[in-house]
């Protein structure tokens, strides 16, 4: 009886909102904690991926071991974890609430076809791609890989794209060969869309509309300190601005491309009504001494986990305890990514500890 109402539940759309929030709950608890994070820091690459086979990547690890070791192999098995665990999230949704996760997790596939073009642009080879980059293995790369094979440039994968929504948002780049052209055009569109639909129809979602645009604007802050840092003209930063965000408006963004340094770039996004500086001094400072935009971005990944935290407590029967679980899980596929890495390139234990996230 029961195995007949869970199938007309899912036959006539409706959402699992208690269930999916806690497994969602469960997830998250699951997770590699900071104490743990921690213990990995003290181990060799090899060790490392010994210990997180137990956190749940030992399937991954097992894949990839055959013809990987170290970083490629640990970098390969949290990619594939990904993935995997994107689509079980996705599959015990239901209904409304399925659409909702699906608009916050189409951002992933976005990220596979920048990864491509990527790829085509710097011009490396389809066999580095399909066993680094794109590993073959995972089938979640395969349309991408299939790209990759296809076109010899941006163009071309423009062209392959066509008909599909990523070709719509690369439609007005005729004749470019400029990557970060592409994928700022991706990322716009990806945003536009996911507003788009948190707005209005049968995925109206005012409060996931609201967590949206926050990362709008924290991808505008990201953009701009990227462009002063790349020399671009005020020009050319100010068609960097993604539209939509919450707290800061078009006219103090057009301000904040005119400036000419990090300090008065800041000084006009404290002026905007919603802008939180907490902490952004000190990241400044930081972001100079060490010329990377890494302490900025901490800053505000930060302020968004705290956000989602913060809804996650107000609304727990809703999409949030999903989508505050899939956001921790990318910050432990990225601590676990930074500590490898760190560890390759023969960083400090303190400077990698530095850049982790919690």
Known sequence: KNGVMNMATVAVGRSNWANASARGKARKAGLIDSTRMRQLLQQSPDAIATSIAEFGYREELDQYANRLSGVDLVEAALNHNMDRDLNQVLSFCQGHLKGLVGIYVERFTYQKVKTALRAIRSGVSLEAVSSQVLPEENEANLPWLELVSNSDNLQEAASALAGTKYGLALANLDGSDDLMAFEDALDRHYYSSAT????????RHPVLLRY???EIDHRNIINLFRALRQGMTSE?????MLVGGKAIT???????AEAESGEALLEVLRRAPGFDDSGFDEALTESNEKGTL???????????????NRMNMLNPLSAFPVIYYIESKVLEVRNLRLIVRGKAAGLTQEDIEAHLEY
């Open 294 to 308: 890494d302490p900025i971005v901490s800053v505000l990944t930060s302020q968004r986990l705290d956000l989602l």
């Open 236 to 240: 050319e930063r100010n068609e960097l």
């Open 196 to 203: 788009k639909k948190f707005r209005e129809g049968t995925t």
């Open 212 to 214: 949206l645009r926050t």
């Open 250 to 256: 078009m006219t103090f963004l057009r301000q904040a």
